[in-house]
């Protein structure tokens, strides 16, 4: 096991503002900030929690018969490999991006030659791989931690801790309200009920395994990150013993601000005022019945009187 590797993996439901903290993450010094989602979710994934979440989502399962190549190949990276290999149907194609996906398979390979084949060892090949590859990537030099993110990777925080001794995890939390409206854009939306079955877990799962591993699990809300983002970020950062930072102010992408998140996530503007008028998008009915699948979870996260 490679275990001097430093992983901190965000979390968060679908528009929980993972996309969002991610961005604002871009950009610090000592950060690796990985440029899309990182789905490093295997096809192999089978579990109780499969139906529910998307397996390109989790965390990864390898075939023991595989070789190297065959392992690099299963992580799906949705948005990475289109972006490298289709790049003109890429949803981030305006954005610079010198990378090859057939060279970061080869420095994946030649890492794992190093370090051997286990869950740990791919997952770091596969992050230190991206950053070898990645021609244009704005270094400072200072860089030890690889930032990841991946909706919903919360609910396997336990195999992710466990696996890489060195790793964190930082789970996302928003108002339900907010977030199910956003979710509501999507072409095809989750129904309200299939939304908050999959809130309320990523909230359970968060809140059980910070209990259990109380030093390397953290939980921020998405509307402390909108009021302020060096504030909130800046104490996960001390947690990790790394520096705040100027760059938490603006979300940005390789070091280049945005002036909207999207399209890495639904939310474009990552303010308080938009967040609530997001969750005023909605009717009586929906908030009552957001309410009332939700209410276990309010009074923790201090959400009861958010709309």
Request: aromatic share 12%; proline share 6%.
């Amino acid at each position: 096991m490679e275990n001097n590797f430093r992983l901190l993996m965000l979390g968060a439901m679908y528009e929980n503002g993972g996309n969002t903290t991610h961005r604002f993450l871009d950009g610090h010094p000592q950060m690796f900030v990985y440029p899309f989602e990182s789905q490093i979710g295997t096809r192999l994934v089978m579990d109780h929690l499969s139906s529910m979440f998307p397996v390109k989502y989790r965390w990864p399962v390898f075939a023991l018969d595989a070789t190297p190549y065959q392992d690099y190949k299963a992580i799906i990276d949705e948005e990475g490999k289109i972006r490298t290999r289709t790049p003109n149907v890429s949803k981030f194609r305006h954005m610079p991006f010198e990378l090859s996906d057939d060279e970061r398979c080869e420095i994946y390979q030649r890492h794992v030659e190093q370090t051997g084949r286990s869950r740990a060892n791919n997952v770091a090949a596969f992050f230190r791989a991206t950053f070898d590859a990645w021609k244009d990537f704005k270094r400072t030099g200072e860089e030890s931690v690889y930032v990841g993110y991946s909706p919903i990777i919360g609910v396997d925080s336990d195999k992710i801790l466990e696996d890489m001794p060195q790793a964190h995890v930082l789970h996302v939390v928003r108002n339900p309200w907010s977030a199910y409206a956003d979710t509501k854009k999507r072409p095809v939306p989750l129904s309200l009920a299939h939304y908050m079955l999959g809130w309320t877990m990523n909230q359970y799962f968060a809140l059980l395994f910070k209990e259990k591993y109380p030093d390397r699990m953290h939980i921020v809300r998405a509307e402390d990150v909108m009021a302020d983002s060096v504030k909130t970020l800046g104490a996960v950062c001390d947690k990790l013993g790394l520096e705040s930072a100027d760059s938490l102010k603006t979300p940005s992408w390789n070091g280049v601000p945005l002036e909207e998140v999207y399209p890495w996530g639904t939310i474009r503007k990552a303010t308080p005022q938009a967040n609530r008028a997001t969750g005023e998008e909605l009717s009586d009915n929906e908030r009552a019945e957001i309410r009332a699948y939700t209410s276990q979870y309010l009074e923790v996260f201090d959400y009861k009187n958010f709309l």
